[in-house]
């Protein structure tokens, strides 16, 4: 049976991602998915409100479980992902907005953060590649 092209092209660019775009994928999955739950709400369409506040309560859950503890910074995002989950949990079982209105905000810093560390990481390893050429 044929494969369908678009499948095989998204599971190649998943496959090839570095652990920096990844993790901003995540990140922008997990706004994406609370922007339609916000819209769902509006809409009274409670299965869409589900779907979407699950699919991101499942991603910050992968995400708790990939931190590595050996950095001390793990304990302090294994805490707001708890929290992050607990609001989402809140918003879905009153169908209210709030709590996501209060986390979407600290999410999308979250994310910028990690998008500017990886920014910095990548010239500084070309930069430290540019180093080594240049001494050999």
């Known amino acids: 049976m044929p494969r369908n092209p678009y499948e095989s092209y998204k599971k190649q660019s998943i496959m090839t991602m570095t652990p920096g775009d990844m993790l901003l994928t995540l ?3 997990i706004l994406k998915q609370g922007e339609t739950a916000k819209v769902a709400m509006e809409r009274k369409e409670y299965g869409d409100v589900n779907r979407a506040l699950q699919k991101a309560q499942r991603i910050l859950s992968h995400l708790k479980a ?3 503890f050996k950095y001390d910074i793990a304990k302090n995002l294994n805490a707001l992902y708890d929290y992050f989950i607990e609001q989402i949990v809140s918003a879905n079982m009153k169908k209210d907005p709030a709590p996501l209105m209060e ?3 600290m999410i999308q810093e ?3 953060t990690y998008c500017e560390a990886d920014k910095r990481s990548r010239s500084g390893a070309a930069g430290a590649t ?3 050429a ?3």
Do not use: M, S
Request: no cysteine; glycine share 0%; proline share 6%.
């Open 103 to 105: 986390i979407l905000p």
């Open 134 to 136: 240049a001494k050999a």
């Open 66 to 68: 990939t931190l590595d």
């Open 110 to 112: 979250l994310r910028d």
């Open 27 to 29: 990140y922008d999955e």
């Open 130 to 132: 540019d180093l080594k």
